[in-house]
């Protein structure tokens, strides 16, 4: 389990629930109730465990929920076991088991869904059926408060149901009415997001829910689009996305769950009895509906990296009925094999086997998932904070770093004199009813903020805040400034400052070489990396080692691309000189850390990039000393190629051969002399 926060939505989600806030679309309103009960009333720990611990709980009653599962439709105790223990322990389950998310409930109300489905089908006479169709109206109910994706088993299986109390004559309006009573009961958690409007002062929340436009907007995640995963218009395809899946659950569950999901349908629909043709029928309907409908809106296309692990959260669901399936089928061979053998000690056998396929699936899986040391994103947050003068803006943008600021900010109430603006609230009328005049009532939003050059009211651009507060408040940015913002350009600069960047006045000409001087870094010794040997680039801890790596060489790339303004030969020399020494001293602090064990091996392959510009800062310096000082021009030589020899090696029979400039860099590290090359400083 994660002993602390841990990355993506996490943040978000526990400072949300700390002052009973609403989430982002759907607004999660069942978890943001647990997780306020978790957080106020459990007596110990800090929210981030509070909530990593209520994820792992929850994501145990999961796996129970499958054992019964298996374990009613085929007898079988060890096909239970195998079933809920190889599904537990898979890569996926348990990565988003152990961390404050929305995913372990989900799971959890969907095998309970799976369960009301066989509980109806095995009710005897018209009131048992009755009974079952109402509990399983609340259960599909709630689970709609948690996440959206359940309405695609609720579907079939309330086609089913309704089908069957037709047969029985409970069709009839009363009957049915009860019923859908059962079901809007069930989705009362959503007062939440009104109440926490009304009622609740939240630090952080989306949304004005005291319209019911802005209440509908946010249920069916119009900003987004209905089962959209993001604000795209990008598509991919049933086929690809099904793929994608089929290929995943290949590597995290290995084929032989396919062919044993296969033999699961084929005996239960053929050798089952009535009732599980039934129950397996619908299990069937649960997953090809997750497929057919979820696989034709999923809108990442090609996913890759943090994308990949945005998409493969989603794959938790058809999995879950995926071993279940399989797991039927296993028990029913199990079954069967006991019964011909006329040998009932067989089931201790059966039990062992599944026993030791788990130990297998927990020794393989145990050194990619367990997160018991992983304070990565605490300390990456913290430095980030620590670095920030008292009473400072800090604009930020996205997942990745705004969350983490949310967390510690509100949920752990650390440098609350910190003011975390999330550009992306600052768009929505919203922001500035409900959030400015408890979080920032004294900073100037002259409007509503929109990027771009001009600034007519009602609107505002980026210039005209920096404008209003700039001689107020010191104001930083931990993104990239948006490219639509072009306000700034001579007016204001965003220059490096550790993870971040601090806006500068470009009247007020400050040096550029004393700031970069003098600016904060990061102690990797204090906030060491995390593995990159062992972190996938689907995980939010590979994105955060590479913005961390990255910003080794930003202020030096940054001083770099000064100098080619610069018309002063001198200075401009100067400039080249100081970003090259500070390339340097990264790379030697870099290796450094490599030795004593702080950063893995591994780091060589990705600090490559900062090899690469080595070489052509390299380049550059011989071409601006070779006239006046052939000396050093010939060391500059010597260190070019030096440089990009090291490139090439490292990375000869990988990907990166596909480097636009792979084979002129190939050509120059075999020359004897440089002065041939066409070079222009």
């Given at each position: 389990?994660?002993p602390?926060?841990?990355?993506?939505?996490?943040?978000e989600l526990m400072?949300t629930?700390?002052?009973?806030?609403?989430?982002?679309?759907?607004?999660?309103?069942?978890?943001?109730?647990?997780?306020?009960?978790m957080?106020?009333?459990f007596?110990?720990?800090?929210?981030a465990?509070?909530?990593?611990?209520?994820?792992?709980?929850i994501?145990?009653l999961?796996?129970?929920?499958?054992?019964?599962?298996?374990k009613r439709?085929?007898?079988?105790d060890?096909?239970?076991?195998?079933?809920?223990?190889?599904c537990g322990?898979?890569?996926v389950?348990w990565?988003?088991?152990?961390?404050?998310?929305?995913?372990?409930l989900s799971n959890?109300?969907?095998?309970?869904?799976m369960y009301?489905?066989w509980?109806?089908?095995?009710a005897?006479?018209r009131?048992?059926?009755?009974?079952?169709?109402?509990?399983?109206a609340l259960i599909c109910g709630?689970?709609?408060t948690n996440q959206?994706?359940?309405?695609l088993?609720i579907a079939?299986?309330?086609?089913?149901?309704l089908f069957?109390?037709y047969?029985y004559d409970l069709?009839d309006?009363?009957?049915?009415f009860?019923?859908?009573l059962?079901?809007?009961?069930?989705?009362?958690?959503?007062?939440?997001?009104?109440?926490?409007s009304?009622?609740?002062?939240?630090?952080?929340?989306?949304g004005d829910h005291?319209?019911f436009?802005?209440?509908?907007?946010?249920?069916?995640?119009?900003d987004f689009g209905?089962?959209?995963?993001?604000s795209?218009s990008?598509q991919?395809t049933?086929?690809?996305n099904?793929m994608?899946?089929?290929?995943?659950?290949?590597?995290?569950?290995?084929?032989?769950?396919?062919?044993?999901?296969?033999?699961?349908m084929?005996?239960?629909?053929?050798?089952g009895?009535k009732?599980?043709r039934e129950?397996?029928?619908?299990?069937?309907?649960?997953?090809?509906t997750?497929h057919?409908v979820?696989?034709?809106?999923?809108n990442?296309?090609n996913?890759?990296?943090?994308f990949?692990?945005?998409?493969e959260?989603?794959w938790?669901?058809?999995?879950?009925?995926?071993?279940?399936?399989?797991?039927?089928?296993?028990g029913?061979?199990?079954?069967?094999?006991k019964?011909?053998?006329?040998?009932?000690?067989?089931?201790?056998?059966?039990l062992s086997l599944?026993?030791?396929?788990?130990?297998y699936?927990?020794q393989?899986?145990?050194?990619?998932?367990?997160?018991n040391?992983n304070?990565?994103?605490w300390?990456?947050?913290r430095?980030?904070?620590?670095q920030?003068?008292?009473?400072?803006?800090l604009?930020?943008?996205?997942?990745f770093?705004?969350?983490?600021?949310?967390y510690?900010?509100?949920?752990e109430e650390?440098r609350?004199?910190?003011m975390?603006?999330?550009?992306?609230f600052?768009q929505a009328?919203?922001?500035?009813?409900m959030?400015m005049p408890?979080n920032?009532p004294d900073?100037?939003?002259?409007?509503?903020?929109?990027?771009?050059k001009?600034?007519?009211y009602?609107f505002?651009?980026?210039?005209?805040?920096?404008?209003?507060?700039f001689d107020?408040?010191?104001?930083?940015?931990?993104?990239?400034?948006?490219?639509?913002?072009?306000?700034?350009?001579?007016?204001?600069?965003?220059?490096?400052?550790?993870?971040?960047k601090?806006f500068?006045?470009v009247?007020?000409?400050?040096d550029p070489?004393?700031?970069?001087?003098s600016?904060?870094?990061i102690n990797?010794?204090?906030?060491?990396l995390?593995?990159?040997?062992?972190?996938?680039?689907q995980?939010?801890?590979?994105?955060?080692?590479?913005s961390?790596l990255?910003?080794?060489?930003?202020p030096?790339?940054?001083?770099?691309?000064?100098a080619?303004s610069?018309?002063d030969?001198?200075?401009?020399?100067?400039y080249y000189?100081t970003?090259?020494?500070?390339m340097?001293?990264?790379?030697?602090?870099?290796?450094?850390?490599?030795?004593?064990g702080?950063?893995?091996?591994?780091?060589v392959y990705?600090i490559?990039?900062?090899?690469?510009?080595?070489?052509?800062?390299s380049?550059?310096?011989y071409s601006?000393?070779?006239?006046?000082?052939?000396?050093?021009?010939?060391?500059w030589?010597?260190?070019?190629?030096?440089?990009w020899?090291?490139?090439?090696?490292?990375?000869?029979?990988?990907?990166?051969?596909k480097?636009?400039?792979?084979n002129?860099?190939?050509?120059?590290?075999?020359?004897?002399?440089?002065?041939?090359l066409?070079?222009?400083?």
């Open positions: 389990m994660y602390g926060l841990p990355g993506g939505d996490s943040g400072a629930a700390k002052d009973f806030g609403v989430s982002h679309p759907p607004g999660y309103p069942l978890f943001t109730t647990m997780a306020a009960i957080i106020h009333l007596p110990i720990g800090t929210c465990w509070k909530l990593n611990l209520m994820s792992s709980t994501a145990g999961t796996n129970m929920m499958m054992f019964i599962n298996v439709f085929s007898g079988s060890a096909a239970g076991v195998l079933a809920a223990g190889w322990f898979s890569r389950f990565m988003w088991s152990i961390q404050g998310e929305v995913f372990s959890l109300f969907n095998m309970v869904i009301a489905a509980r109806f089908a095995n005897e006479g009131s048992g059926k009755f009974y079952e169709a109402k509990l399983g709630l689970s709609l959206h994706t359940s309405v088993y079939p299986t309330a086609l089913w149901v069957t109390l047969n069709a309006t009363y009957s049915l009860q019923v859908g059962r079901g809007l009961a069930g989705l009362s958690p959503y007062l939440q997001l009104p109440i926490s009304i009622f609740f002062k939240a630090r952080v929340s989306w005291r319209l436009s802005d209440f509908k907007k946010h249920l069916l995640r119009e209905t089962f959209r995963l993001v795209s990008e991919s049933l086929w690809d099904f994608v899946y089929f290929n995943d659950s290949k590597t995290e569950l290995t084929i032989a769950v396919w062919i044993l999901f296969v033999v699961g084929l005996i239960g629909l053929t050798l009895s009732k599980q129950v397996m029928l619908i299990y069937m309907a649960m997953f090809g997750y057919l979820f696989d034709s809106l999923a990442i296309k996913p890759s990296g943090i990949h692990g945005v998409l959260r989603f938790l669901q058809p999995s879950l009925a995926l071993c279940c399936v399989a797991g039927c089928g296993v029913m061979i199990f079954q069967f094999l019964e011909k053998a006329n040998c009932p000690a067989l089931k201790y056998l059966f599944a026993v030791i396929a788990i130990g699936q927990i393989h899986n145990y050194e990619d998932c367990h997160e040391d304070y990565f994103f300390h990456f947050s430095h980030i904070l620590d920030l003068p008292k009473r400072s803006i604009l930020t943008s996205g997942d770093s705004t969350n983490t600021f949310r510690h900010t509100i949920g650390y609350t004199d910190v975390v603006m999330d550009m992306q600052m009328y919203w922001f500035y009813i959030l408890i920032f900073v100037s939003f002259p409007g509503l903020y929109k990027p771009g001009e600034s007519k009602p505002y651009n980026l210039k005209k805040f920096l404008d209003e507060n107020k408040y010191p104001i930083y940015m931990c993104v990239e400034v948006p490219k639509a913002e072009d306000s700034i350009e001579g007016y204001y600069e965003a220059w490096p400052f550790g993870m971040c601090v500068v006045r009247s007020d000409n400050r070489l004393e700031h970069v001087t600016m904060p870094w990797l010794e204090k906030y060491p995390p593995d990159l040997d062992r972190y996938e680039p995980t939010w801890e590979y994105t955060m080692a590479m961390m990255e910003t080794y060489s930003k030096a790339t940054w001083l770099w691309n000064r080619n610069m018309t030969q001198a200075l401009k020399k100067k000189e970003a090259m020494n500070m340097v001293e990264n790379r030697k602090h870099v290796f450094d850390m490599v030795e004593k702080l950063v893995t091996k591994n780091v990705y490559s990039p900062l090899e690469k510009n080595l070489g052509h800062l380049l550059i310096l601006v000393t070779k006239r006046e000082d052939p000396e050093m021009a010939a060391h030589t010597a260190q070019c190629k030096k440089y020899t090291n490139y090439v090696e490292w990375h000869r029979d990988t990907v990166i051969t480097d636009s400039m792979w002129t860099l190939n050509s120059i590290i075999k020359m004897d002399d440089f002065s041939s066409q070079l222009v400083a």
